[in-house]
């Protein structure tokens, strides 16, 4: 009978605790690491335009489709399959004279890109210098990636959890106690490409004039173009925040 007493009143004591202090969280530590593996491309995603201008529509449009099948023909005569190849972007502007009239165009502009990807990274400037010279006379982007962005990541992402564990360790090593379980974990994964972009993807008549130089400063053999690039390393990085347990 007084242990029953001894066990109720234990009971009641409990239930009269503030909820704050039943429900303190245990120590914890939050710690966060990062990771960077370097990767050599493999394959690189250009985007190209072709941009024809007229006062008559059908001049326009056959000036544009005649700039277009010789950039086809050039990636078809230089090996890219057909599956990598594909347009993107079709539009026909009327453009007017704000002086003059509202109704009555005084140029039409017809616009298309092609987006090609390349599987030899070192084939870049031999192709771009082509499509420069059938017709292309805008790049809108140029991307290199890796075709194994998965496995890298997974890679940085263990190099980070690891740099977070050890840096938990070694801070409450520091402090006299011991890390204990992990209780929350994410990761943020990014990088596998670089890119260059020109900006607006069609632009004024610098940036037109800026390619048309472009072309210039290209001409000569596919050799001596494949010699001034420097494919160098794109960056896989990941980041992850863990929270241990303190024991």
């Not at 075709?147 to 890298?152: N, S």
Request: aromatic share 6%.
């Amino acid at each position: 009978m007084k242990n029953s007493i001894v066990l109720a009143l234990g009971l009641i004591a409990g239930a009269c605790l503030p909820a704050s202090a039943q429900n303190q969280p245990l120590p914890q530590i939050s710690v966060s690491g990062s990771a960077e593996v370097k990767v050599v491309p493999d394959e690189v995603q250009i985007s190209v335009g072709i941009e024809t201008r007229d006062e008559n529509l059908d001049e326009a449009r056959r000036q544009h489709d005649l700039h277009m099948a010789e950039a086809l023909a050039f990636l078809k005569k230089s090996g890219v399959p057909d599956k990598y190849v594909q347009t993107d972007f079709i539009s026909i502007e009327p453009q007017f004279d704000r002086l003059i009239s509202y109704v009555k165009p005084v140029t039409y502009v017809v616009r298309k890109s092609i987006e090609v990807k390349l599987t030899n990274v070192t084939s870049m400037e031999p192709v771009l210098t082509g499509l420069l010279n059938s017709g292309v006379n805008y790049i809108h982007n140029v991307n290199f990636r890796t075709t194994e962005l998965r496995r890298y990541r997974d890679e940085a992402r263990a190099m980070a959890i690891k740099a977070a564990k050890e840096k938990a360790v070694a801070m409450t090593g520091g402090l006299g106690v011991k890390c204990g379980k992990p209780c929350n974990i994410n990761a943020n994964e990014y990088g596998g490409w670089w890119n260059y972009s020109s900006g607006s993807n069609w632009g004024g008549r610098n940036q037109l004039n800026s390619y048309q130089n472009a072309v210039q400063n290209f001409n000569g053999s596919a050799e001596a173009a494949g010699e001034t690039l420097a494919v160098g390393q794109i960056s896989v990085s990941a980041t992850v925040n863990v929270s241990f347990l303190i024991e």
